[in-house]
């Protein structure tokens, strides 16, 4: 069964640390790896797509890796903010059809 | 441009009733996704259009669940006979193009029903 994994569930940093949010998937034969953020009561936000080719992005303070063999993708976030504050999916294209399949999320807290 | 708009934003439902939500689409977007993301989970995928055609329905949980595109751009999720175990919210999002591992699905901001 393809599923995908984050860890940890919840994290509480101080503002202005440096942060990792992981992602695991059971199926290295992915397309693409898709981050998002998820404000309360909202939708989701895309922030960074990978395609299965490509091994970083970047945006602004955020960088996704993605390391295939291993089925692991990586969110860093350098020198957080409150703002950053927020649930952050992990979701993964294992068809090539755009069905995406979601991690459970982390919830971040940046305190000030 | 206008993103992707639901409609309603909160659905409360008695147990039994039928609803039906909506989703409007990013203009020009063939792709269509609908979610189901229950309180502290992540989305799970119900359904998949692309243009009017639904080419999986594989992630509906049940035969009261039913979609539709039939003008391959706003699409209805109705649920029939509604049960508690369908409160969550609905997301639906749109893609750009026929080649879905090169663009980014935009989300709206879901539907929350609620049924008593």
């Known amino acids: 069964k393809q599923e995908v994994t984050q860890i940890p569930a919840a994290l509480s940093v101080p503002e202005g640390e440096n942060l990792v949010l992981n992602c695991s998937f059971t199926d290295s034969a992915i397309y693409n790896l898709q981050w998002f953020r998820q404000d309360p009561g909202k939708g989701l936000t895309s922030l960074l797509l990978i395609q299965s080719s490509q091994r970083e992005q970047t945006s602004g303070r955020l960088n996704a890796s993605l390391d295939k063999s291993s089925g692991r993708s990586t969110l860093y976030i350098a020198a957080s903010q409150p703002g950053d504050s927020a649930t952050y999916l992990c979701?993964?294209?294992?068809?090539?059809?755009?069905?995406?399949?979601f991690g459970q999320g982390t919830t971040l807290q940046v305190k000030p | 441009g206008a993103g992707v708009s639901q409609s309603p934003r909160y659905k409360v439902a008695k147990r039994g009733q039928d609803v039906a939500l909506r989703c409007d689409p990013i203009?020009?977007?063939?792709?269509l996704f609908w979610y189901q993301q229950a309180l502290g989970q992540g989305p799970e995928f119900l359904t998949y259009f692309q243009n009017e055609a639904q080419l999986d329905k594989s992630g509906l949980p049940s035969d009261r669940f039913f979609a539709e595109r039939p003008e391959g751009s706003v699409s209805t999720l109705k649920i029939q006979r509604t049960q508690q175990e369908d409160s969550a919210v609905y997301l639906c999002?749109?893609?750009?193009?026929?080649?879905?591992?090169?663009?980014?699905?935009?989300f709206g901001p879901g539907t929350r029903l609620t049924v008593t």
């Open positions: 203009s020009g977007h063939v792709s």
């Open positions: 999002a749109s893609s750009q193009l026929r080649e879905l591992s090169s663009y980014e699905q935009y």
């Open positions: 979701a993964v294209d294992f068809s090539n059809t755009g069905k995406l399949i």
